[in-house]
């Protein structure tokens, strides 16, 4: 009779946590430190274990509808274009202006695909939703990102009904930014469904490292200009968007 065995991740103890003298819990993982061409920085565990992007990617799939001037084009704020990276608590400043984003956009919140949950900020805040009340595509954590790649759509005459398909024009677009921030090939690229139902994409941990580093550090890129930078600075000024009133973290 034989034995299947799976080799466990190469990950290494990141965090211990202590009740009293003992040890409660230990928490593995890896870590890569990367820098704006590239270079290993500094890592512990696998840099190189392919990482599931889930939340992480957003900024990356912002980029085709930033670079192509849609922020511009829709008149967004830069709280807006910081929603388009956020996985916002749909608290109402939130739904406000993902609504307002869509209106300019031309689009009502039934065009949204990402379903429908709870807003976050009640389980920040541990808060029951009050009895009744009735939540919409608007309070998904997603929903901005959702609302961006609407605009997109709107704006280069796309259908709206598709937008999620894989081979859609939207979605390649944010296929080759992936591809380019990342420094991953295309076809090398680990395809998967993210929870809200966009097309996601899993890369090597220092490679999600990399695309991060240039989007941070480069004002002008050869491909995408100004954007990397316009959602570095929009993430970076209005961190209230990306989380809940009263959160530590």
Aim: glycine residues 8%; neutral net charge; charged residues 15%.
């Amino acid at each position: 009779m034989s034995t299947v065995t799976s080799a466990a991740p190469p990950h290494v103890p990141l965090a211990r946590v202590t009740r009293g003298d003992a040890i409660d819990s230990v928490h593995y993982g890896s870590v890569a430190v990367v820098d704006r061409d590239g270079r290993l920085l500094f890592s512990a565990g696998d840099p190189h274990f392919l990482t599931t992007t889930r939340s992480a990617l957003k900024p990356l799939q912002a980029l085709p509808f930033v670079a192509g001037g849609g922020v511009e084009h829709f008149g967004y704020s830069p709280e807006q274009v910081a929603l388009l990276c956020a996985s916002h608590s749909g608290e109402p400043r939130h739904v406000a202006a993902v609504a307002a984003m869509l209106e300019r956009a031309g689009c009502t919140a039934d065009a949204l695909q990402c379903g429908i949950h709870p807003p976050i900020y009640y389980t920040v805040r541990e808060e029951l939703p009050p009895a009744g009340v009735k939540f919409t595509p608007l309070h998904h954590n997603c929903s901005g990102k959702h609302a961006g790649m609407l605009a997109y759509c709107r704006q280069c005459a796309l259908p709206l009904e598709s937008y999620l398909a894989f081979e859609h024009p939207l979605q390649q677009a944010i296929r080759a930014a992936v591809a380019y921030l990342t420094g991953v090939a295309e076809r090398e690229l680990v395809a998967g469904i993210d929870g809200c139902s966009a097309p996601n994409y899993a890369v090597p941990l220092d490679r999600l490292a990399y695309a991060y580093a240039r989007l941070a550090t480069v004002s002008d890129d050869p491909r995408y200009g100004a954007a990397p930078a316009t959602l570095a600075a929009a993430m970076t000024a209005h961190p209230e968007w990306f989380r809940a009133r009263g959160a530590t973290t």
